[in-house]
């Protein structure tokens, strides 16, 4: 069974509401990530935590927050959705942070702001 | 910064025939990269398909196999013969000790195996 489950699958949001996206994973992994893939680009690092209750920026932090409750749970919160973060977003996990690290990834949100 | 260009669009292809993506990399490290290969399937996430961390080393899995080629900073996916379980998004990845390990990612490749 997936080790990184993402919910939802997919969701529709209006342009200046809230989103949440959630992330679980049972790989006893202290690394997790948050990834977004627009058409004509590859994944992009969004935000990237490595213990509970600590949050780092990634390459493209803007606009977006995220929470570390748990090992086991990472979630992504939009405050203001905005029709630019229309994407594809995965969630990963990893053991540490190695240069030959291997990413364990969800099966992706995507998310479409109206 | 680190960049990672790989073969753009849809690639088709019959059963049986046989597969490359291309690859090239650029990046700001003294030494070298580590480049790897990620496959997403249908309804499925990303998994690791195969690494290579030394510059001149194949990589091989699932049939496929590519070659870090240091001075074309190359690393193209090759498979002899594809089968239909092959259609898939393909990813040329690097990671990079001077960006902290992080991984850059090419847009992906996606592959139809025609039966």
């Known amino acids: 069974e997936a080790a990184v489950t993402q919910s939802p699958r997919s969701k529709v949001a209006v342009t200046g509401g809230k989103v949440t996206l959630s992330c679980h994973q049972t790989?006893?992994?202290?690394?997790m990530y948050w990834y977004r893939q627009d058409t004509g680009h590859g994944l992009r690092l969004i935000h990237y935590?490595?213990?509970?209750?600590?949050?780092e920026k990634g390459d493209i932090p803007d606009g977006y927050k995220a929470s570390r409750p748990s090992q086991e749970n990472f979630s992504l919160i939009l405050e203001l959705a905005s029709l630019s973060q229309t994407a594809v977003y995965f969630c990963?996990?990893?053991?540490?942070?190695?240069?030959?690290?291997?990413?364990?990834f969800g099966s992706g949100t995507r998310l479409t702001v109206l | 910064g680190d960049s990672v260009t790989q073969t753009e669009g849809q690639v088709t292809v019959s059963e049986s025939k046989s597969l490359i993506i291309n690859c090239t990399y650029s990046?700001?490290?003294?030494?070298?990269?580590?480049l790897f290969w990620y496959v997403r399937y249908p309804g499925e996430g990303l998994q690791l398909l195969l690494k290579?961390?030394?510059?001149?080393q194949k990589g091989s899995s699932r049939g496929f196999e590519a070659t870090y080629n240091k001075e074309a900073t190359s690393f193209h996916l090759q498979k002899a013969s594809v089968q239909e379980s092959d259609s898939a998004v393909y990813y040329c990845?690097?990671?990079?000790?001077?960006?902290?390990?992080?991984?850059?990612f090419g847009i992906g490749t996606r592959v139809l195996v025609r039966p």
């Open positions: 935590s490595y213990v509970a209750d600590s949050t």
């Open positions: 990845a690097l990671s990079d000790r001077s960006a902290g390990n992080k991984l850059t």
């Open positions: 990963a996990s990893s053991v540490g942070t190695g240069v030959a690290e291997t990413l364990y």
């Open positions: 990046a700001t490290s003294i030494g070298y990269p580590n």
């Open positions: 290579v961390i030394t510059a001149g």
């Open positions: 790989n006893n992994h202290d690394y």
